[in-house]
């Protein structure tokens, strides 16, 4: 960004000391060059008028005396021919002289003017004599020579020369000094502003280098400033974690990338390469094809970038990419995608790539570490309020359905019936498990019992069944089982903390004397009913009688019994104290469990003093599961009706909590009833209470341990 | 509900369509951004297309899920009658590609069920920028 902005106003000074240099090169030549070659021949040619001048200064006088050589001559009848000769060439040199210092700057002056008149004026008398080609002399009779005629006359030329030169002579010499002083003067100025131009010409020279030197530089430094943020971005593009590169509308790959997408995808070209190639294989067809789509749409003007983002089909996906070996492994990638806008259209989508498998696992790792941290915890507590004999056989029982469990599982089947007769016998047993682990208060098991009757409930809802639908609960069971052997080992620990503490053979009675009531006692009832009620909004109390007397090989079933009808009571049964009072009743509920032996054997009968059960609820409940057709239900009677809770998988309760509402409950009763060769009895009056009566034959006690 | 007159005045017209009474009720008591009104508010696609003949809404926010005719066939027939209109899907739908696909057919953005109070004016507020479609 920086860099775009800089170079504009780079490039302008760079044009403005071009458009400089030019101007100044333009003026040393304008200024300094021609006026200086003007100049020079100027001085040239003053020089040369100068020299001129100098050399003339004297041919006015060599003029009279070789004139008055020439009259001495012609005097004694001498040769003249050599005096002409010179005359002429005095006369031409002076002639071209004149000429050359007209022709000079100093042609001009008055003094030149006056000395070309003057010359004029002493060359026409000279002329006669410059022009003189007769003979001057003849010889005579009377001996010696005379002159001729044109001797005469040249003589008489020659006179009258004379005169004149000898009279003209000092104002001509006059005039060509002071043309000479001028000249002088004239070629000393001239060459000190030659030398003014010639110095102001390297002057500008020097301006003129020094400029293309800063321009040099200046275009070092923005080469130099390019190659830097070329750098930079290359730096950048290098060091980032993430993986950034353009698409363009083929949705191709740009040229330029940061190396970080070459350790994500482990390849190393991409430039041209297309978006589908590239996340070809590592993530399924539909989701590539939603995330093509998607790209599509930022493409488009309509949508909004922001209000899109929740739908980014690749926001997190898990990927199988190579890993460094020759396997793969998976990873999970978080892919950004954002508009890039040209100046009217949006030219790129930049496409951001982050690793994020090591958050992603971190997170899930913490959220089990921190689960089963609370199970452990919970676990723990839940253990310590539980006396260990009590936990140990609970944890004997709770294998023992689960082996029944496992046995169901096994069971080869073929038919859909058979699938859920298993389902709902493995239903009866967890939900055994499940009952005592909520007595002993062993919120892990209990948890984990519900989660598994969670599956198949689930199971029990689809119109049809496979044996593969039964895998998953083989997982649950292990699961299972391997929470019961945790528990397990931790009551060992604290069964030989408890042993290090008190006496060994103090704690070795009180097992034996405690073994014989684990469960059925009225404390461990009463806890239990209080907690339940606790979580309905209910009160309940617990009147219990001849407990105690429970033979120990009835304890489990008789427990398990109980604890069932207990949880039906407190959850159906027994109402809200607001409901309670309203109706005139005390606003606790009261739970009798009575316990008694006979000659024939023994019974149980369990009363609660709640709702009741209205027969026309269980019918429409029975109708709406399917049970009963609503012709039949119209027909039963009411006690057939009550028998209709024996049934397996019937409940009113809409909701499935821990405590009740799945319809197992009594079913199990009736089952374990039944595996006494027991019966069992319900009587019931809206609005007043349900009782349950159980009675077993005397053989059973003895018997039923051992099964 | 009348709606101040003048250009400069004009509040952007809203209209709600979701199935759930509830939903529509929450949408239209939460959204608080004062250059909104709603202007109408329908239970399915075919009502909705009735009501938006009748109340010409700017903004619309849009239930994918309904009975009688579905979000996105509906989104598809408000583009068509009133191309600059500007959608925003309300759903609860867990499917990305369907979701995408009612962007296809025009609408402009997407919030997932359940929102925020804050989410759905924050949504708003950005449907209400984008500028207009010529």
């Given at each position: 960004?920086r860099?775009?902005?800089?170079?504009?106003?780079?490039?302008l000074?760079?044009r403005?000391?071009?458009?400089?240099?030019?101007?100044?090169?333009?003026?040393?030549?304008?200024?300094v060059l021609l006026?200086?070659?003007?100049?020079?021949?100027s001085?040239?040619?003053?020089?040369?008028?100068?020299?001129?001048?100098?050399e003339?200064?004297?041919t006015?006088?060599?003029?009279?005396r070789?004139?008055e050589?020439?009259?001495?001559?012609?005097?004694?009848?001498?040769?003249?021919?050599?005096?002409?000769?010179?005359?002429?060439?005095?006369?031409?040199?002076?002639?071209?002289?004149?000429?050359?210092?007209?022709?000079?700057?100093?042609?001009?002056?008055?003094?030149?003017q006056?000395?070309?008149?003057?010359?004029?004026?002493?060359?026409?008398?000279?002329e006669p004599?410059?022009?003189?080609s007769?003979?001057?002399?003849?010889?005579?009779?009377?001996?010696?020579?005379?002159?001729?005629?044109?001797?005469?006359k040249?003589?008489?030329?020659?006179?009258?020369?004379?005169q004149?030169?000898?009279?003209?002579?000092?104002?001509?010499?006059?005039?060509?000094?002071?043309?000479?002083?001028?000249?002088?003067?004239?070629?000393?100025?001239?060459?000190?502003?030659?030398?003014?131009?010639?110095?102001?010409?390297?002057?500008?020279?020097l301006v003129?280098?020094a400029?293309?030197?800063?321009?040099?530089?200046?275009?070092?430094?923005?080469?130099?400033a390019a190659?830097?943020?070329?750098?930079?971005?290359?730096?950048i593009?290098?060091?980032?974690?993430?993986?950034?590169?353009?698409?363009?509308?083929?949705?191709?790959?740009?040229?330029?990338?940061?190396?970080a997408?070459?350790?994500?995808?482990?390849?190393?070209?991409?430039?041209?390469?297309?978006?589908?190639?590239?996340?070809?294989?590592?993530?399924?067809?539909k989701?590539?094809?939603t995330?093509?789509?998607?790209?599509?749409l930022?493409?488009?003007?309509?949508?909004?970038?922001?209000?899109?983002k929740?739908?980014?089909?690749?926001?997190?996906?898990?990927?199988?990419?190579?890993?460094?070996?020759?396997?793969v492994?998976?990873?999970?990638?978080?892919?950004?995608?954002?508009?890039?806008?040209?100046?009217d259209?949006?030219?790129y989508?930049l496409?951001?790539?982050?690793?994020?498998?090591?958050?992603?696992?971190?997170?899930?790792?913490?959220?089990?570490s921190?689960?089963?941290?609370?199970?452990?915890?919970?676990?723990?507590?839940?253990?310590?309020?539980?006396d260990?004999?009590?936990?140990?056989?609970?944890?004997?029982?709770?294998?023992?359905n689960?082996?029944?469990?496992?046995?169901?599982?096994?069971e080869?089947s073929r038919?859909?019936?058979?699938?859920?007769?298993?389902?709902a016998?493995?239903?009866?047993?967890?939900h055994?498990?499940k009952?005592?682990?909520?007595?002993?208060?062993?919120?892990?098991?209990?948890a984990?019992?519900?989660?598994?009757?969670?599956?198949?409930?689930?199971?029990?809802?689809?119109?049809?069944l496979?044996g593969?639908?039964?895998?998953?609960?083989l997982?649950k069971?292990?699961?299972?089982?391997?929470?019961?052997?945790?528990?397990?080992?931790?009551?060992?620990?604290?069964?030989?903390?408890?042993a290090?503490?008190t006496s060994?053979?103090?704690?070795?009675?009180?097992?034996?004397g405690?073994?014989?009531?684990?469960?059925l006692?009225?404390?461990?009832?009463?806890?239990?009913?209080?907690?339940?009620?606790?979580?309905?909004?209910?009160?309940?109390?617990?009147?219990?009688?001849?407990?105690?007397?429970?033979p120990?090989?009835?304890?489990?079933?008789?427990?398990?019994?109980?604890?069932?009808?207990?949880?039906?009571?407190?959850?159906?049964?027994?109402?809200k104290?607001?409901v309670?009072?309203?109706?005139?009743?005390?606003?606790?509920?009261?739970?009798?469990?009575?316990?008694?032996?006979?000659s024939?054997?023994?019974?149980?009968?369990?009363?609660?003093?709640?709702a009741?059960?209205?027969?026309?609820t269980?019918?429409?409940?029975?109708?709406?599961?399917?049970?009963?057709?609503?012709?039949?239900?119209?027909?039963?009677?009411?006690?057939?009706?009550?028998?209709?809770?024996f049934?397996?998988?019937?409940?009113?309760?809409e909701?499935?909590?821990?405590?009740?509402g799945?319809?197992?409950?009594?079913?199990?009763v009736?089952?374990?009833?039944?595996?006494?060769?027991?019966?069992?009895?319900?009587?019931?009056?809206?609005?007043r209470?349900?009782?349950?009566?159980?009675?077993?034959?005397?053989?059973?006690?003895?018997?039923?341990?051992?099964? | 509900?009348?709606?101040?007159?003048?250009p400069a005045?004009?509040?952007?017209?809203?209209?709600?369509?979701d199935d759930?009474?509830?939903?529509?009720?929450?949408?239209?008591?939460t959204?608080?951004?004062?250059?909104?009104?709603?202007?109408?508010?329908a239970?399915n696609?075919?009502?909705?297309l009735?009501?938006?003949?009748?109340?010409?809404?700017?903004?619309v926010?849009m239930?994918?899920?309904?009975?009688?005719?579905?979000?996105i066939?509906?989104?598809?027939?408000?583009?068509?009658?009133?191309?600059?209109?500007?959608?925003?899907?309300?759903?609860?739908?867990a499917?990305?590609a369907?979701?995408?696909?009612?962007?296809?057919?025009?609408?402009s953005?997407?919030?997932?069920?359940?929102?925020?109070?804050?989410?759905?004016?924050?949504?708003l507020?950005?449907?209400?920028?984008?500028?207009?479609h010529?």
């Open positions: 960004m860099q775009a902005m800089r170079s504009p106003f780079m490039m000074r760079g403005g000391a071009t458009v400089l240099s030019a101007v100044l090169i333009a003026g040393i030549i304008g200024v006026p200086g070659y003007r100049l020079a021949r001085l040239a040619a003053s020089n040369t008028a100068l020299q001129l001048v100098s003339q200064q004297s006015p006088e060599l003029l009279v070789e004139i050589l020439l009259r001495d001559r012609l005097a004694t009848r001498s040769y003249v021919g050599r005096n002409l000769e010179e005359l002429r060439r005095l006369v031409t040199s002076y002639d071209q002289a004149l000429a050359a210092v007209r022709a000079s700057d100093a042609g001009a002056l008055a003094e030149v006056r000395a070309v008149e003057l010359w004029a004026r002493q060359r026409a008398t000279l004599l410059v022009s003189f007769a003979q001057p002399y003849v010889d005579t009779d009377r001996g010696g020579t005379a002159l001729t005629p044109d001797g005469q040249l003589a008489a030329d020659a006179r009258k020369a004379w004149f030169v000898r009279a003209n002579t000092p104002a001509l010499i006059g005039q060509f000094e002071r043309a000479g002083e001028y000249l002088r003067r004239q070629a000393a100025g001239g060459a000190d502003e030659l030398r003014a131009l010639l110095l102001s010409g390297v002057l500008a020279t003129l280098f400029i293309t030197l800063y321009l040099q530089l200046l275009k070092g430094r923005h080469e130099r190659r830097e943020s070329q750098e930079q971005t290359r730096d593009l290098r060091s980032v974690k993430e993986g950034f590169f353009l698409l363009d509308a083929d949705m191709r790959i740009g040229a330029v990338w940061s190396d997408l070459a350790t994500i995808f482990q390849r190393r070209e991409f430039a041209g390469l297309a978006f589908e190639e590239l996340l070809a294989g590592l993530v399924s067809e989701t590539l094809q995330a093509v789509k998607y790209i599509g930022l493409r488009g003007e309509r949508a909004q970038e922001k209000l899109i929740g739908i980014n089909p690749l926001a997190q996906v898990e990927v199988r990419l190579p890993d460094l070996g020759a396997g492994e998976t990873r999970y990638l978080e892919f950004d995608f954002h508009r890039v806008s040209g100046q259209s949006i030219r989508v496409v951001t790539v982050v690793d994020v498998t090591a958050s992603v696992l971190l997170a899930r790792e913490l959220r089990q921190q689960e089963s941290g609370s199970g452990q915890t919970d676990l723990l507590m839940g253990m310590l309020h539980v260990p004999l009590q936990l140990d056989n609970f944890l004997a029982t709770a294998r023992a689960l082996k029944v469990v496992n046995a169901v599982l096994r080869p038919e859909d019936d058979e699938f859920r007769s298993k389902i016998k493995i239903f009866r047993e967890l055994a498990v009952g005592e682990a909520a007595l002993l208060r062993l919120g892990t098991v209990e984990r019992a519900h989660a598994f009757e969670d599956v198949l409930q689930e199971l029990r809802a689809r119109p049809q496979t593969n639908d039964f895998l998953p609960l997982l069971l292990d699961e299972l089982l391997a929470h019961l052997q945790a528990l397990q080992e931790m009551s060992m620990r604290l069964l030989e903390l408890r290090a503490m060994a053979a103090a704690s070795a009675g009180a097992a034996r405690e073994m014989a009531a684990p469960m006692t009225p404390g461990a009832l009463a806890e239990f009913a209080d907690g339940l009620a606790r979580r309905c909004g209910k009160r309940v109390q617990i009147v219990t009688e001849g407990l105690e007397h429970v120990p090989a009835l304890q489990r079933p008789l427990g398990e019994a109980v604890l069932q009808m207990l949880r039906n009571a407190v959850v159906h049964g027994i109402e104290s607001s309670r009072e309203a109706a005139q009743k005390t606003a606790v509920g009261t739970v009798r469990i009575a316990f008694g032996r006979s024939e054997g023994c019974s149980l009968s369990f009363e609660d003093d709640g009741g059960i209205v027969a026309d269980l019918k429409s409940a029975a109708v709406r599961k399917g049970l009963l057709s609503p012709e039949e239900a119209g027909q039963l009677e009411p006690r057939q009706a009550f028998r209709l809770i049934q397996p998988g019937f409940s009113t309760q909701e499935a909590t821990p405590d009740a799945r319809g197992v409950g009594m079913d199990l009736a089952k374990l009833v039944r595996e006494l060769s027991g019966r069992i009895s319900v009587a019931t009056r809206p609005g209470f349900t009782r349950f009566e159980i009675r077993l034959p005397a053989a059973v006690e003895s018997v039923a341990g051992v099964a | 509900m009348p709606v101040p007159a003048g005045m004009r509040r952007l017209r809203l209209m709600i369509v759930s009474n509830l939903i529509r009720r929450r949408i239209e008591r959204q608080s951004l004062p250059e909104l009104a709603v202007v109408g508010s239970g696609g075919e009502e909705a009735e009501v938006f003949r009748r109340t010409d809404p700017d903004l926010t239930d994918l899920t309904m009975p009688e005719m579905d979000g066939e509906c989104i598809a027939h408000l583009v068509r009658l009133k191309p600059e209109v500007r959608i925003l899907v309300i759903s609860a739908l499917d990305k369907t979701a995408i696909d009612a962007i296809e057919k025009g609408a953005g997407f919030l997932h069920k359940p929102f925020t109070d804050r989410q759905l004016n924050e949504a507020l950005e449907l209400a920028r984008i500028p207009q010529a």
